[in-house]
């Protein structure tokens, strides 16, 4: 049975803009929840490290995050 070829899909701005309000809370949760427990920040590694300079910046200084 052969696939069939489906037309490209608008999403409505108005979805695309609640995705990514919706992204954004989850994003700045992650990161306070990350910041409250360095335990847990640890294990995201460098890529959690990076996503929390920012936060770090305007409240403290960066934690350390041996690898």
Do not use: H
């Not at 847990?40 to 996503?51: E, F, I, P």
């Amino acid at each position: 049975m052969p696939d069939t070829i489906r037309p490209p899909v608008t999403i409505p701005q108005e979805l695309m803009l609640a995705r990514l309000a919706q992204s954004d809370q989850m994003r700045e949760f992650f990161i306070q929840m990350w910041l409250q427990n360095p335990a847990l920040a640890k294990q995201g590694g460098a890529r959690v490290a990076s996503l929390l300079a920012p936060a770090c910046v305007q409240s403290e200084p960066v934690p350390t995050i041996p690898y």
